[in-house]
């Protein structure tokens, strides 16, 4: 059935028509997301009610409607999809870094909190993965920064296999954790690539992938 993710009535009235037909939910995927947004000084709050409706709050509805069914039968398993935009960041766009950040929080703090009552929870953040939304992308970001793109069908496989596994994070490609890894050692030499390539990007000077 069709749902208004950003809308919790919504989401609950999608659930309990699931369960009704199906019976209890035991794993649940919030994929939903959309990357609208640009500068901060340009993008209204409008959007950013918007977007963190749909990239955080139906993640929160969500959980609020299967979680009280999980924690009951004493199993579940919780699969949000952030982006690494969450883990380190998305140039241009402030108002997708931002949310994919919140997303991040929240699954740790499920898998922090609910973990020893039998709930598990994975974490996908993938680099660009060839769907509309990378489509609709600046060429030049995509270049730089998307890292290499792989198909839907690929991420899948690695999402069943970290969930076989009950493992947290979910990477698209090795070349993420390394981004991330520089991150966590360095900080601050990190942070002046990213001011790089964001003054390359202003540029119009794509850097080498």
Request: aromatic share 6%; net charge negative.
């Amino acid at each position: 059935m069709l749902a208004d993710v950003s809308d919790e009535s919504s989401v609950n009235a999608m659930v309990a028509e699931v369960t009704s037909r199906l019976g209890p939910i035991d794993i649940c995927f919030s994929n939903a997301g959309v990357a609208t947004g640009g500068d901060i000084l340009t993008t209204e709050p409008e959007v950013w009610n918007a977007q963190w409706a749909v990239n955080v709050m139906a993640h929160v509805y969500a959980v609020r409607a299967v979680l009280p069914g999980m924690l009951e039968r004493g199993t579940g398993y919780l699969v949000h999809t952030a982006s690494v935009a969450g883990i380190l960041t998305s140039h241009g766009n402030v108002t997708y870094a931002t949310t994919k950040h919140a997303v991040v929080g929240l699954a740790e703090w499920l898998s922090i909190t609910y973990h020893h009552r039998g709930i598990r929870v994975s974490l996908i953040a993938p680099l660009g993965v060839r769907t509309p939304m990378l489509e609709r992308a600046d060429p030049r970001f995509a270049a730089a920064v998307a890292g290499p793109i792989k198909e839907p069908e690929d991420v899948a496989l690695s999402v069943v296999e970290a969930i076989r596994d009950e493992r947290f994070l979910v990477l698209s490609d090795p070349i993420a954790q390394t981004w991330i890894q520089r991150k966590t050692d360095d900080p601050e030499r990190w942070l002046r690539g990213m001011r790089r390539v964001q003054q390359q990007l202003e540029e119009g000077a794509v850097p080498p992938n």
